[in-house]
């Protein structure tokens, strides 16, 4: 994949832009992530339970990429009671946690109480969506060990479109890192009854525009520019282009790729709806 280690957000911000799919393209190609998702693919139908699931490694560990949970892999106690609980019961092992990633893949997976009868994974088109989300997560992941304020802006963008409440945003890292620092809220903020940390974001940001992407850029734009300026990164306006050599292991030839960006500042960026 193309590095953007040490550059200033906003620099790395249009790189990622510019070439997202090629370097998505890339993950997949690694034999690594290419091995994995073949055997994902070939041997996930064969799973009709939540022991079948943990009873392949492979499989299982996996799909806890693919939703973002390979810090939890080796919790598998924990990971078949939440797999096995029965959503419908509001005092269930699933819907007592506030980590939604738990609850994502509970629902991805579709098996029901006690663990059994699922058939999405007899279906080709949510293999392909689970294969997407584990090769976007990689890359989310890695630009996040690159650049913490660039992986908490691309997650932002993943995530806000799904924003029903206030809670959802304050039970979310990456997301209450975005909006309070687009709002100007303290980090002390969090030492506040829940609430109240709630009512404060209801009263400055309209949550129904979270849903337009136009809003979600200019926050992502906004977030990115004061990261910047807070960390001392510069953000000088870059003349003519930046070539950076992709790693000739990212490809099956061997051979080295330039990818030519040009880069332009970033001029601004435009309000949002806010709630008067």
Same mark, same amino acid.
């Given at each position: 994949?193309?590095?953007?280690?040490?550059?200033?957000?906003?620099v790395?911000?249009r790189i990622?832009?510019?070439?997202?799919? $090629? !370097? !998505?393209?890339?993950?997949?190609?690694?034999p !690594?992530?290419?091995r %994995?998702i073949?055997y994902? *693919?070939?041997?996930i139908?064969?799973?009709q339970?939540?022991?079948?699931?943990?009873?392949?490694?492979?499989?299982?560990?996996f799909? *806890?990429?693919?939703?973002?949970l390979?810090?939890?892999?080796?919790?598998?106690?924990?990971?078949? $009671?939440? &797999?096995?609980?029965?959503?419908?019961?509001?005092?269930a092992l699933?819907?007592k946690l506030?980590?939604?990633?738990?609850?994502?893949?509970?629902?991805a &997976?579709g098996?029901?109480?006690?663990?059994?009868?699922?058939?999405?994974?007899l279906l080709?088109?949510w293999?392909?969506?689970v294969?997407?989300?584990?090769?976007?997560?990689?890359f989310?992941?890695?630009?996040?060990?690159?650049?913490?304020?660039?992986?908490? %802006?691309? %997650?932002f963008?993943? $995530?806000?479109?799904?924003?029903n409440s206030?809670f959802?945003i304050?039970?979310?890292?990456?997301?209450?890192?975005?909006? @309070?620092?687009?709002?100007?809220?303290?980090?002390?903020l969090?030492?506040?009854? /829940?609430? $109240? !940390?709630?009512?404060?974001?209801?009263?400055?940001?309209d949550?129904?525009t979270?849903?337009?992407p136009?809003?979600?850029?200019?926050?992502?734009?906004?977030?990115?520019?004061?990261s910047?300026?807070?960390?001392?990164?510069?953000?000088?306006?870059?003349?003519?282009?930046?070539? /950076?050599?992709?790693?000739?292991?990212?490809?099956?030839?061997?051979?080295?790729?330039?990818v030519?960006?040009d880069i332009?500042?970033?001029?601004?960026?435009?309000?949002? @709806?806010?709630n @008067?």
């Amino acid at each position: 994949m193309i590095s953007v280690a040490g550059m200033a957000t906003n620099v790395a911000l249009r790189i990622v832009n510019a070439t997202e799919d $090629k !370097q !998505q393209e890339m993950i997949r190609s690694e034999p !690594q992530h290419a091995r %994995a998702i073949e055997y994902f *693919m070939e041997n996930i139908s064969d799973v009709q339970s939540v022991d079948d699931l943990l009873e392949d490694y492979d499989l299982y560990s996996f799909v *806890m990429k693919a939703y973002d949970l390979e810090d939890q892999i080796f919790g598998k106690a924990m990971m078949e $009671k939440i &797999l096995k609980s029965d959503i419908e019961d509001r005092d269930a092992l699933v819907n007592k946690l506030t980590d939604s990633r738990f609850k994502d893949l509970y629902t991805a &997976l579709g098996f029901g109480a006690g663990g059994e009868g699922n058939i999405n994974t007899l279906l080709t088109s949510w293999k392909t969506t689970v294969v997407d989300k584990y090769v976007d997560t990689q890359f989310v992941n890695a630009k996040t060990d690159e650049n913490e304020t660039l992986g908490a %802006a691309l %997650a932002f963008r993943r $995530k806000a479109g799904d924003v029903n409440s206030a809670f959802d945003i304050l039970r979310d890292t990456d997301l209450s890192k975005v909006v @309070r620092t687009v709002l100007g809220l303290p980090e002390a903020l969090a030492a506040l009854d /829940i609430d $109240k !940390q709630a009512a404060l974001i209801n009263e400055k940001l309209d949550l129904e525009t979270l849903s337009d992407p136009e809003v979600i850029e200019e926050m992502v734009t906004k977030y990115v520019a004061i990261s910047d300026a807070t960390s001392g990164s510069s953000s000088t306006p870059l003349s003519g282009a930046m070539t /950076i050599l992709s790693s000739a292991s990212s490809f099956a030839s061997g051979s080295f790729v330039p990818v030519t960006i040009d880069i332009t500042a970033i001029s601004g960026f435009g309000g949002y @709806r806010t709630n @008067r």
